[in-house]
């Protein structure tokens, strides 16, 4: 088995690099979003509002399909079964399955975490979105390039999700599964 320290450099740098642009995306959507209006009460409108904002991601997942679509009506690749051009899709298909797996964590993350938030705390929904969106054009991109070079992007979809869901974990173990159901 070959090792590769320079690719593992590359991926590590371009990892770290996406998490502080995370973290500097989020401070400044903070600082220039407003608060979600009609204020949002109770966890029944948080959690409709978290939903409604995922048509966003969804569409990242409706893009890859499409693509894989046409690609497969206007070229070799018609038949799946024959096999002929499947790899014209190869990484576009990577990029479906996992965009799947990055889309089932973000919803299911966007939602519980909407279910602990405050009112004044939904601004994160859509800072959220806004990086899983961008996170997945990236890594479109970068894995359109070179294999390697879809860390930047996995990172940014898959690295706001492990930070959603360890909170919810900690509001869940420090206050029980009734926190915040008060104000319904």
């Not at 320290?5 to 590590?12: I, L, Q, S």
């Not at 690099?17 to 966890?43: D, K, N, Q, Y």
């Not at 479906?96 to 990055?102: F, G, H, R, S, V």
């Amino acid at each position: 088995m070959k090792s590769y320290p320079d690719d593992r450099r590359y991926v590590r740098n371009n990892i770290i690099a996406s998490v502080i642009v995370c973290v500097a995306l989020c401070l400044l959507g903070f600082m220039l979003l407003p608060a979600p209006t009609p204020r949002l009460e109770t966890v029944s409108m948080r959690i409709i509002y978290c939903l409604r904002w995922q048509i966003w991601p969804v569409l990242t997942l409706t893009a890859g399909i499409s693509t894989v679509a046409h690609m497969r009506f206007f070229t070799s690749a018609i038949d799946p079964i024959e096999g002929r051009g499947e790899h014209l899709l190869e990484v576009h298909k990577r990029y479906i399955q996992n965009t799947m797996e990055q889309l089932t964590l973000h919803i299911l993350s966007s939602i519980l975490l909407s279910s602990f938030l405050s009112p004044e705390s939904m601004t994160i929904i859509p800072i959220r979105v806004f990086l899983f969106v961008l996170g997945r054009v990236t890594f479109w991109y970068g894995y359109m390039k070179s294999p390697v070079k879809r860390a930047f992007g996995f990172q940014m979809t898959f690295g706001p999700s492990v930070a959603s869901l360890l909170y919810c974990a900690f509001c869940f173990c420090n206050s029980g599964p009734a926190f915040g159901l008060h104000e319904t």
